[in-house]
């Protein structure tokens, strides 16, 4: 899986296969920017009026959410926009100059392109991840017994089952699961969630993390792929499909707490959104177009918050230093299910 989408990300465009939320519309960045806005007022307050943060986004495909969140800040609060240094996350040479591209005009911050997370200095951040998590490679399992399983594999394009003597460490396995279930790991994911947990709790910050997963203790096979904007066999030719898995968000939310940052979430998209102030910015958009651009706008909006769309199937998590004021979003008796 990770092979097959380092070569996809490499060789093709895969913005001809699926569009995010920032695509769909800009109220959906303008959105993450005032949580951006909130969170990283919250931060600074405890840092020196000269202090810098890290305003980091992994996995930014064409730099379209950043754009946004750059735009907004740069209107509503010059103060945390002159002092972020901008880090991306991103491997690809052709995205990483199509981003670059996308920002040319915020010449005035300081941006610089990683390879891995963990490459980020040890400075107060805020961290935000829109459909990054599920491209991270996984393993499956499935029990055959109440004390043994197998591994799938993948072996010249076809599946195999072999029997492991030792699971990885996630905290799936401490859940009652039956015989014959089959249970996916993201050890990448575990990692990288243990790495910033420990990150904004010793540094200051918080994490944002958007992607469409599971927020109650469920499993089962979720690997599935795209081509050409439709559903193909993940076993078609490496670098032709991208690859994604559902996120088990239970687990790494229990691996966040582990390492002493403080969990918002499981939220779901719409309910956050909507939190945000949603439907308040698209009456404010709506009442300066025209009728073509009144329906886009609608239109975008139910994607985005819908039950049946993205609203429900998409989950919204946050990390952050335990001193820091409980970040936006995250009311528990809000719902997502009246949005017009």
């Given at each position: 899986m990770a092979?097959?989408?380092?070569?996809?990300?490499?060789?093709?465009?895969?913005?001809?296969?699926?569009i995010t939320s920032p695509e769909i519309s800009q109220i959906f960045g303008e959105l993450i920017a005032v949580w951006t806005i909130m969170v990283g007022r919250s931060i600074m307050e405890k840092m020196p009026q000269s202090a810098s943060f890290c305003l980091v986004e992994a996995g930014p495909g064409r730099g379209t959410l950043m754009a946004d969140i750059l735009r907004v800040m740069r209107k509503a609060a010059p103060d945390l926009y002159t002092r972020c240094k901008l880090y991306l996350v991103e491997t690809s040479p052709r995205l990483r100059e199509i981003q670059r591209i996308t920002l040319k005009d915020h010449e005035a911050i300081t941006v610089q392109w990683l390879d891995s997370v963990y490459e980020l200095p040890e400075m107060p951040m805020v961290f935000l991840a829109n459909e990054f998590l599920d491209a991270l490679p996984i393993r499956q399992f499935v029990k055959i017994s109440e004390q043994a399983w197998d591994e799938i594999y993948v072996q010249d394009g076809m599946k195999i089952k072999e029997i492991v003597e030792r699971c990885p460490e996630s905290p799936i396995f401490h859940?009652?699961?039956?015989?014959?279930?089959v249970v996916e790991i993201c050890e990448e994911g575990q990692a990288i969630i243990a790495f910033l947990g420990r990150h904004v709790s010793k540094h200051n910050g918080a994490a944002l993390f958007i992607d469409y997963g599971y927020a109650q203790p469920v499993w089962g096979d979720s690997l599935q792929a795209l081509a050409e904007g439709k559903p193909v066999s993940p076993f078609i030719e490496p670098g032709c499909a991208d690859l994604t898995a559902h996120i088990d968000f239970c687990s790494l939310a229990e691996i966040a707490r582990n390492t002493g940052a403080t969990v918002y979430g499981i939220q779901t998209q719409g309910c956050f959104l909507s939190q945000l102030g949603l439907m308040a910015r698209a009456q404010k958009l709506s009442a300066h177009a025209n009728r073509e651009e009144q329906q886009q706008i609608q239109a975008a909006i139910h994607r985005l918050i819908a039950p049946e769309q993205m609203g429900t199937l998409f989950k919204v998590m946050a990390l952050c230093s335990p001193d820091i004021a409980e970040p936006p979003g995250f009311m528990e008796d809000e719902r997502n299910n009246d949005y017009g």
């Open positions: 092979e097959a989408n380092a070569a996809y990300y490499t060789k093709k465009n895969p913005f001809e296969d699926f859940r009652p699961v039956a015989i014959g279930d």
